[in-house]
């Protein structure tokens, strides 16, 4: 009996320790695979950073015939689309995330559930052409200047009468001519959609793992659903939402294909949403095939700044969870 007691043992020790070893090698594997990455970029990109040193985050120009180039476009392309697209997501998941979650009926919500993840499964590329065959000239000819007439109502009837009996001076109304409908307002309204489907699937998830037993005691106690959402359910899971909604910028910041058909491609810092623009990604696809030298170079160090961008985001993310979850 002893003997095979120490059988058991010995075999236990053996592979707790086999085990340490396979997980230790496993989370090594994954940092010198991100270090690679940022190593292999860094070294093709040499030839950019050596030439255009701090210059080239803070540059407009982009002239491959004259080989000067600026990622200030392509940066802040990159920024105006993911900001914008979390800005329309984040409010719709979470409305549709509560609706099904507390409000829909149990056969509504699985249905619903269901096709909010096949949004999430269809390819960017998917997106990209209904983007440009669809939502490019219903923008175009439709919501653009739709939205124009309510900014110049608003101007019109409420700014510039404020602005008067204040004393300063009338503002401009907005031109309702657009000449394209591909542009940083459309390709952020197709970020958002492919990235509303992760972030609600995850909201979801995390507001059914509030107990029921505290939301049936509000209700009990007169507490409208408004107010179970907003003081219980979203409370209860606010870290998962921070979190989903962190995931969802990861995601936006990277996205290519479907960015890359509706932005307009323009390398420029457009003064406008209406206007052409670019993001990182977007640019990298477009001219990797034939780049070559100091082009070459320019794209891999952009994909650096991405790389860096998108590893800084997930850093930040964690550590505002960890602020979330301690301060709650």
């Known amino acids: 009996m002893n003997k095979f007691l120490i059988k058991n043992c010995i075999k236990s020790d053996f592979f707790d320790k ?37 210059g080239f985050l803070i540059s407009k120009d982009w002239d491959p015939v ?9 940066i802040c392309g ?8 979390l800005a329309i997501a984040i409010p719709l998941s979470f409305c549709i995330a509560i609706y099904l979650v507390e409000i829909a009926p149990k056969t509504v919500s699985s249905v619903l559930s269901v096709t909010i993840n096949m949004l ?9 052409i209904w983007g440009i065959f669809v939502v490019a000239p219903l923008m175009q000819q439709k919501i653009i200047p739709f939205i124009n007439q309510a900014i110049n109502f608003l101007i019109a009837n409420v700014i510039n009468k404020i ?15 657009v000449n394209s409908g591909c542009n940083l307002l459309t390709a952020s309204l197709i970020l958002s959609i492919m990235i509303l489907p992760f972030i ?26 408004f107010e179970v959402s907003r003081k219980i359910t979203l409370r209860s899971g606010l870290n998962g939402v921070v979190g989903a909604c962190f995931l969802g910028l990861g995601r936006a910041v990277g996205e290519t294909m479907a960015v890359l ?21 977007a640019t990298l696809a477009n001219n990797f095939a034939e780049a070559s030298g100091l082009f070459k170079s320019s794209l891999f160090e952009l994909g650096f ?24």
């Open 18 to 54: 086999t085990f340490k070893i396979i997980s230790l090698l496993s989370a090594t594997l994954i940092i010198l695979l991100l270090g690679s990455f940022l190593l292999q970029l860094l070294v093709l990109g040499a030839d950019s950073i050596k030439t255009f040193g701090f």
């Open 163 to 177: 602005s008067t009996l204040c004393g300063g001076s009338e503002l401009q109304f907005i031109d309702t001519q």
């Open 66 to 74: 004259k080989n000067i180039y600026g990622a200030l476009p392509a």
């Open 200 to 225: 609600c699937a995850i909201m979801q998830d995390i507001f059914r793992l509030v107990s029921p037993l505290v939301k049936e005691a509000a209700y009990g106690s007169g507490a409208t659903t």
């Open 261 to 281: 058909y509706v932005v307009g491609n323009v390398q420029q810092v457009s003064a406008s949403l209406y206007e052409g623009g670019t993001t990182i990604s």
């Open 78 to 85: 990159t920024f105006i689309t993911t900001i914008l697209s």
């Open 120 to 128: 999430a499964a269809i390819p960017s590329i998917i997106y990209g």
């Open 305 to 328: 700044i991405l790389l860096v961008m998108t590893f800084i985001i997930q850093l930040i993310s964690k550590l505002f969870v960890k602020y979330v979850i301690k301060t709650m």
